[in-house]
């Protein structure tokens, strides 16, 4: 590919549609899907547990791959390990399988999605370093987050619709048919750009070189640690509250088996997204330091989840929903461009991954834990407790805030070169 900042963001953004719509077509069935296959409210959230522990545990290995054998490699690897947990999902969903074989195949997924997770964001940023972008990261990465929404938009509702008429299986197997297309796509479109696979005569020592670096540029950088310690009550609260409202909307209009009303909420939820990313690049600029308008943002999702637990009427929930979609889809790409504008290249795909691992963490523990609260007292209160939880992030934000980092100014900066 003869390589300009337009090839380069086309590609990502092809890599972005086809990961959303193939991810997007379970998303809103599947705690229902759980559910059908006779998983208690404990039991499915647990499931999701232990997807998220299989993004703690794989985050950085898969992180290192990246760095050193290549992003293309991981980002491919991604797709066959998802295509193959999905179609075992479809198997133990069949077959009715007990929650040990459900928690270990969730285990297996989260290492998919750990192979995408660092490498697409880190390829793309140094492959338009590369090419000479000088623009603001907020734009590219807004971008994302609309053509993201369009995938979750498609996906979503078609996926919902066609498990009404069909089974709930069934988008399951669409989501493994996709991702055999991007694994083809990604061999023919994604090259390393910017950055050279380290393999040397030790690959093992390559690996251990930098995941030391990682940590010295990315944990025991104060403005980068506070940031990542922000994440497992950002990430954490939304993963519940996310699949939650599927059977939490269908208890509020008392139909157990519309399943299309809860397509149809994802695709709400995408349609905000879609918004969201638009105005990314314009709350930026309302904004002096990019942590302000993430204290913003973060504060404002908390106000409207503990709403959507108060209220307790559908229609409510379905505008605080897409609020709290809004909100979250925004602060996204303000806290990308941040955080790439603090982590040097070579270490930019482990670093992400560890961030990304810090809010899966918060998943592990949040999911069952508001998983029980459903059980016990309602997804409502449920709801009210994610809210407050979601405040413990704002601490940590602050912190970060008071290290005066260069990033958080902006300017179109693009990350610290790689360390020698």
Avoid: C, H
Wanted: aromatic share 12%; hydrophobic share 55%; no cysteine.
């Amino acid at each position: 590919m003869d390589a300009t900042p337009e090839k380069v963001q086309r590609v990502y953004l092809t890599l972005m549609l086809g990961n959303t719509l193939a991810a997007s077509f379970i998303w809103g069935i599947n705690t229902i899907f759980l559910l059908d296959a006779g998983l208690s409210n404990l039991e499915a959230f647990a499931a999701n547990a232990f997807f998220t522990a299989g993004m703690v545990i794989f985050e950085i290995p898969t992180g290192v791959v990246a760095d050193t054998i290549g992003r293309r490699v991981s980002y491919m690897a991604g797709t066959l390990t998802l295509m193959a947990t999905t179609l075992l999902y479809v198997m133990l969903w069949e077959i009715n399988g007990p929650f040990w074989a459900w928690a270990l195949v969730s285990l297996l997924l989260g290492l998919g999605f750990t192979f995408f997770s660092g490498a697409v964001e880190a390829w793309l940023v140094d492959a338009l370093d590369a090419t000479g972008f000088t623009d603001d990261l907020e734009q590219v990465f807004g971008r994302g987050q609309i053509v993201t929404g369009i995938g979750m938009l498609t996906g979503s509702v078609l996926g919902g619709y066609v498990a009404q008429i069909t089974s709930l299986g069934v988008p399951f197997v669409m989501r493994a048919a996709v991702l055999v297309v991007m694994f083809f796509f990604a061999g023919w479109a994604m090259r390393d750009i910017g950055f050279t696979p380290r393999k040397n005569e030790s690959t093992i020592g390559e690996m251990k070189t930098i995941t030391a670096n990682s940590i010295e540029y990315g944990w025991r950088v104060p403005s980068v640690k506070w940031m990542m310690l922000a994440a497992p009550f950002t990430s954490g609260v939304s993963i519940y509250a996310f699949y939650a409202l599927q059977p939490y909307l269908l208890e509020l209009v008392d139909d157990p088996k519309a399943y299309g009303i809860a397509g149809i909420t994802a695709a709400l939820v995408a349609g905000s997204q879609i918004v969201g990313g638009l105005l990314a690049p314009r709350i930026r600029r309302v904004f002096a330091l990019r942590t302000s308008a993430l204290l913003a943002a973060v504060a404002g999702g908390a106000i409207a989840l503990a709403l959507i637990g108060v209220i307790e009427d559908f229609w409510v929930a379905v505008a605080l929903i897409a609020a709290w979609a809004m909100l979250s889809s925004a602060a996204m790409p303000i806290r990308q461009s941040y955080m790439n504008g603090m982590i040097p290249s070579r270490q930019r795909a482990t670093i992400l991954s560890f961030d990304s691992m810090l809010g899966s963490s918060g998943g592990v523990v949040i999911q069952p834990a508001l998983g029980r609260v459903a059980d016990a007292s309602g997804y409502a209160t449920s709801y009210v407790y994610g809210a407050v939880l979601t405040v413990f992030a704002l601490p940590f934000i602050l912190a970060s805030r008071r290290q005066r980092a260069p990033a958080d100014l902006g300017g179109g900066e693009q990350a610290p070169p790689g360390q020698a």
